[in-house]
């Protein structure tokens, strides 16, 4: 069996650039959805769960609401959420795994340590507790989703600080007398960007994932929010009169995750 | 001057073990429960803050916003409210460990004592099955797909293999469920929408209901576990050893079994690790879809009508389960390595 | 004359890559039992590849284009890869060059060992001892019962050596079996082989990049150049008058230590495989190209007695030429102390703690070249680490120019900070990836002295200069270079600080011989046009004799002893210091 390192190629670009397309098409959905809607997202127009018909493409909810204007309006809630809570983590967590990872001194284990107790818990159920403490709600579920993912990001940024800062390079810029954020901005940082370019998509998928599963538990977003995880979860109801209202939201949200994840996945190849 | 005590560099060959620890797997797997036992103590105090937070309590909950007065007064007393936080929190603790998770908030709106245990271990048990029932098949497919593909990598069947395990690994799980749904029940009309499993029932005798469940955990996390299989077997087989092993003549079927995969095994063990930790956040939202009686229904039914005391209990248990898979694992792996045995290190 | 039968006969092999660029050209070597034969080639020659195919075995990526590789008349290159494997460990067997990495951490040395003998026949009670006496390990259930990682580079090397020998093949392979051991424990392994080479009847190969070594060991040498085989001979003759240039260069880069002299080396530097040149692949750097040797590549013709040569003139080469003998001007190069060293004592905090430098104490005089000797674990990185500043010593001083210096670097001024440079061992490593050599050699300017705008980017011109590299260099970056380039520039960028005192950690270590003969003669260059003071971190006894005037002399943390090299070189006073020369490969050319 003669294998080579050269030839295991990754997955051929032909899934990263699918995945590019669709990615492009899902946030365009969701970003301009709301004015290309024909209906209201709050109004009933018809009977509940009617199939789809003319004047409603994806038929209706189990309110008699147009799913497709629904449908379009309701993308935004998660890009928005999950990219804030993605983004806050990522500040947070970028902060203390350099530090951590740079500092090689009591800081470090303390730092970790204290970041280490919330993998201890299963990340749903974190945001849960969260919820059940702050009360149910977007801000609580943000809040929770960019907090449980601050650990993993450090973790991940201080083992690639930690593997940059006893490199020679970096000894020489001791030596030289550069202060720590010179030396943090100009010698670590640009070293570490391939283990972060591979990370921030999976992170922005997992944030996707949990905001949406929370919406889905009827914790996070309330109804009548034009959600899609909302939307999933308040339809299930319908589904031998009308399965598009359950199913069109679910397709649509695995068509995003699964498109971000090809695309970092040839990121993340790409840097190895 | 010299300091009393210290070896001398380059004393004897750096790894030479002259002075083997006795039993090293236990007096590590004794440091790492200890460790355990110290985070879940943090834990639990943060478990506690968290539920404590909001103004208000699990008395004036149940009664309703109106409720105040008497009848607030002696609730609270039942349900021990009125003592100290430091004292609230000792008693919850005290009670955790003799097993006691307390009294569920639910028992006293219907007006009597129910402990939270009663009302729970059913239900904890149908989520063992229901994880059980998708942790095999995601080992044996894993470890089968995810060696084979490595076996004969850039080959049809890898291809296929690679671009399969993709999709269902980046799906939410309501979402997956979502699709099987509208396929079993809505178009083929042959597996139930939801679990009609009365309580108090083994699950295991309505298999129709458990079908559905299964395959949507089972779904989402094999693609995730081939995948890692794959690289790490892939790994061992361009390692030098399997090389040189090739270079000394060993036939290819020992060659993969005794020096590649065998190697191979320890990340092998922390990916199914990661895996049952996975599936503990799966279960809620599986449980929650399909209505199955367990305890991740239980969590997020008991979130929603803020029974603080259930929820505390609930997440503690999930939590030590948690730990002790993390801790297994990492004893298993320290059986396998023998580096880390004797190393000393 | 008698000539034993050959049992291994290469002929006309040529490897390439998958993509079709050639690794391996026209090589064809015979071999009889009994015989050594030494390939020596640099990194990129192709002799690892070789080795590889004597055993039907290529690397992915690589495929045989043609050729034959013969054991005992049968092709092995024709057969299935069914049959190739039943001969290797049987009928041709390997000895890798990193033991550590190649032993499979899992299994235990003598269930190893069994699985080897088991494969090609029924095993023997008592067989793994057996295998362990024949390479001096102890025969023991326990140590059989020992997993790689408990054992000692040396030891583990023994290991794959038995289970080379393990099945009695008539033809072993060993691929740079030593490198990345000590040398006192690479003189053991050596003495090993030349031991089993006068018990058994096999016919070995020897690959290396050490010629010292190889022409210790070998009946007759082949050298290796860009993929082709560019002399051949017998071992003695070959090295006292070789013939072809570059055999010439190389054995004129090799320091001896029991001959202290400055080395000559090779113009220019070896091209990578795809890149080799039409005609000659040595014509670039050859001292007596002439036009003819660009248009075709040579052929292998006989040079007499035994001899073949690729090159067009070989009959013009001249006798090797060994250069002076080091000293200069002793006068010259003694001031005052400009480093003194006091009752140093550092540590390592780890697990245990491990005492790295016990009360060392030495001076350093202005413009003069120091090596600090010893083997790994001496704590020699450790003292030269607390000078520069990365290590706080535990007690002891260091003195510079009069003032005391602070344990680390920080603490010390900033005109202390740029007086002294420091050149790390690996150049891979101490050059940031992702900035451009001409900002990287700015920086320091920039900062320690002060320079702006068009004074650094003169500055970083005449740098380059200094160290011979071309002005193109300024704007690549570092994976754009090779090894000895990258080095050059870590230099140069110590320069940029204008220091009174060069640093070297191991600078030459992890290079080619005639990569670090080039390197070498830069520094000294440096030493006398700068005025450099020099201490020299070394393991390398041939470094310190083409080089240093002062030796220091470091074993677990103490010295044993120092003073002027020529002296402790030719008559060491130290136990320990006169086994590190013994050991030391050397060519003993007259």
């Known amino acids: 069996m003669i294998l080579s390192r050269r030839r295991i190629a990754p997955l051929s670009n032909v899934g990263a650039w699918i995945g590019a397309v669709v990615l492009v098409m899902v946030v365009v959905i969701a970003l301009v959805g709301p004015w290309l809607a024909p209906h209201s997202p709050d109004q009933p127009i018809a009977a509940p769960f009617t199939p789809p018909g003319s004047g409603h493409p994806l038929g209706t909810d189990f309110l008699g609401r147009d799913v497709l204007s629904r449908l379009l309006w309701g993308g935004r809630s998660v890009l928005l959420f999950a990219g804030a809570a993605t983004t806050i983590a990522y500040a947070v967590g970028l902060a203390v795994g350099l530090l951590a990872g740079y500092s090689r001194s009591w800081i470090d284990p303390a730092l970790m340590r204290s970041v280490d107790i919330l993998l201890a818990f299963p990340a749903l159920v974190f945001i849960l507790l969260l919820a059940a403490a702050l009360g149910t709600g977007i801000w609580s579920v943000l809040l929770a989703t960019a907090v449980i993912q601050v650990p993993g990001i450090a973790r991940i940024i201080r083992t690639a600080t930690l593997e940059q800062s006893v490199r020679g390079f970096v000894e020489v810029a001791v030596l030289r007398g550069e202060t720590t954020p010179s030396i943090l901005r100009r010698e670590i940082l640009p070293n570490i960007a391939g283990p972060i370019s591979a990370d921030i998509g999976l992170r922005f998928t997992w944030s996707v994932i949990l905001i949406a599963s929370v919406n889905f538990l009827g914790l996070g977003l309330q109804p009548p929010a034009a959600d899609w995880g909302v939307m999933v979860s308040e339809n299930r109801g319908g589904l031998n009169l009308n399965p598009y209202a359950m199913l069109a939201p679910a397709l649509i949200l695995g068509a995003l995750t699964v498109a971000i994840n090809l695309v970092s996945d040839s990121l993340a190849r790409r840097y190895r | ?345 | 004359m008698n000539v034993p039968p050959a049992i291994l006969e290469v002929d006309d092999l040529k490897i390439t890559t998958t993509s079709g660029d050639a690794i391996l050209e026209e090589a064809s070597l015979t071999l009889a039992r009994g015989e050594i034969l030494g390939v020596v080639g640099e990194s990129g020659s192709g002799k690892s590849t070789l080795a590889l195919a004597m055993l039907g075995y290529t690397r992915d990526g690589t495929r045989v284009e043609r050729g034959s590789v013969r054991i005992d008349g049968t092709d092995l290159l024709q057969l299935p890869e069914r049959e190739r494997r039943r001969r290797r460990g049987r009928v041709a067997s390997y000895v890798p060059q990193e033991p550590g990495q190649a032993l499979n951490p899992s299994l235990r040395v003598g269930a190893a060992i069994l699985d080897v003998i088991r494969e090609h026949g029924a095993a023997v009670p008592g067989q793994v001892g057996r295998v362990l006496t024949a390479v001096h390990l102890p025969a023991t259930k326990q140590f059989a019962r020992r997993y790689p990682h408990e054992l000692s580079g040396g030891q583990q090397q023994r290991v794959t050596i038995g289970m080379a020998l393990s099945c009695q093949p008539p033809v072993i392979v060993f691929d740079e079996p030593t490198t990345g051991l000590d040398v006192i424990t690479q003189a053991g392994i050596i003495e090993e082989i030349r031991r089993l080479r006068d018990e058994r009847d096999a016919a070995m190969v020897y690959v290396s990049h050490d010629l010292a070594v190889v022409a210790a060991l070998a009946d007759r040498i082949m050298v290796v150049y860009a993929g082709r085989v560019v002399e051949h001979g017998r071992a003695a003759a070959l090295v006292q008058t070789p013939r072809h240039p570059y055999t010439r260069g190389l054995i004129q880069s090799i320091p001896d230590p029991s001959r202290p002299r400055t080395l000559i080396p090779m113009r220019g530097t070896g091209a990578g495989v795809g890149q080799w040149p039409a005609g000659c692949p040595f014509e670039p750097r050859c001292p007596q190209r002439v036009d003819a040797c660009a248009t075709a590549v040579p052929p292998l013709e006989p040079a007499g007695d035994e001899r073949s040569v690729r090159c067009i003139r070989w009959r013009d080469t001249p006798p090797v030429d060994l250069g002076d003998r080091l000293g200069g001007n002793p006068s010259k190069r003694s001031g005052g102390a400009l480093l003194q060293v006091e009752d140093l004592l550092a540590v390592h905090r780890g697990a245990d703690t491990v005492v790295a430098a016990n009360g060392v104490t030495f001076a350093i005089g202005e413009q003069q070249c120091v090596a600090l000797v010893g083997e790994s674990g001496s704590g020699k990185t450790t003292v030269a680490r607390a000078i520069i500043g990365l290590h706080r010593p535990e007690a002891g001083t260091i003195v510079f120019d009069g003032e005391s210096l602070a344990g680390h670097a920080r603490d010390r001024t900033a005109t202390q900070r740029q007086r002294i440079q420091y050149v790390f061992q690996n150049p891979y490593d101490s050059l940031n990836p992702r900035q451009r050599i001409a900002d990287a050699l700015a920086r320091p300017a920039r900062l320690l002295r002060g320079l702006k705008g068009q004074q650094a980017t003169d500055e970083v011109a005449r740098l380059l200069d200094r160290v011979r590299l071309p002005q193109t260099i300024a704007n690549r970056y570092p994976h754009q270079l090779s090894g000895g380039e990258r080095q050059r520039v870590a230099i140069a960028r110590a320069l940029a600080a204008r220091p009174d005192l060069l640093i070297c950690d191991e600078i030459t270590s992890a290079l080619d011989v005639s990569v670090q003969a080039a390197i070498l003669e830069v520094l000294d260059d440096l030493r006398s046009q700068l005025g450099l003071t020099i201490l020299l971190i070394t393991h390398d006894l041939g470094v310190v004799s083409a080089i240093a005037d002062h030796v220091i002399v470091l074993q677990r943390g103490c010295i044993l002893e120092a003073g002027p090299v020529m002296d402790i070189l030719a008559q060491p006073t130290d136990a320990y210091t006169t086994q590190l020369i013994d050991a030391a490969p050397r060519m003993r050319i007259a």
């Open chain 2, 1 to 345: 001057m010299s300091l009393a005590g210290v070896e001398h560099a380059g004393t004897a060959p750096p790894r030479a073990v002259e002075r083997r620890r006795h039993h090293p797997v236990l007096r590590y797997a004794a440091r790492r429960v200890a460790a355990g036992v110290l985070t879940l103590a943090v834990l639990s105090l943060l478990v506690f803050a968290a539920t404590s937070v909001l103004p208000g309590d699990a008395a004036s909950a149940i009664l309703g916003k109106q409720a105040h007065g008497p009848q607030l007064q002696h609730l609270r007393a039942e349900m021990g409210l009125n003592h100290s936080i430091a004292r609230q929190y000792g008693d919850w603790v005290g009670g955790l460990l003799h097993g006691n998770l307390g009294n569920s908030a639910a028992g006293y709106a219907a007006g009597g004592q129910v402990t939270v245990w009663s009302q729970i271990s059913g239900k904890l048990a149908n989520s063992a099955i229901l994880a059980l029932l998708a942790f095999l098949p995601i080992i044996a497919v894993s470890l089968l797909l995810g060696v084979v593909t490595a076996l004969r990598a850039t080959g049809w069947l890898d291809h296929v293999v690679s671009t399969l395990t993709l999709i269902p690994a980046a799906l939410p799980e309501f979402v997956l469920g979502a699709v099987l749904l509208a396929v079993f029940f809505t178009w083929l009309n042959v597996l139930p929408p939801v679990s009609l499993i009365p309580p108090g029932a083994n699950p295991l005798d309505y298999p129709s209901e458990l079908v559905l469940p299964v395959l949507t955990l089972v779904g989402v996390s094999t693609g995730y576990a081939i995948r890692m299989i794959r690289a790490g077997m892939l790994d061992s087989l361009l390692s030098e050893s399997v090389t040189m092993a090739r270079l000394n003549g060993i036939r290819e079927r020992r060659v993969v079994v005794r020096y590649a995969a065998r190697n191979a095994l320890a990340p092998s063990v922390q990916v199914f690790a990661l895996i049952a930790q996975y599936l503990i956040g799966g279960i809620l939202i599986v449980e929650y879809l399909y209505n199955y009686p367990g305890i991740g229904k239980e969590l997020v039914d008991a979130v929603a009508i803020h029974d603080n005391l259930e929820v505390q209990s609930v997440t503690m248990l999930l939590a030590t389960i948690y730990v002790a898979i993390t801790i297994a694992a990492d004893v298993v792996v320290m059986l396998l390595v023998p580096k880390l045995r004797t190393g000393g290190r």
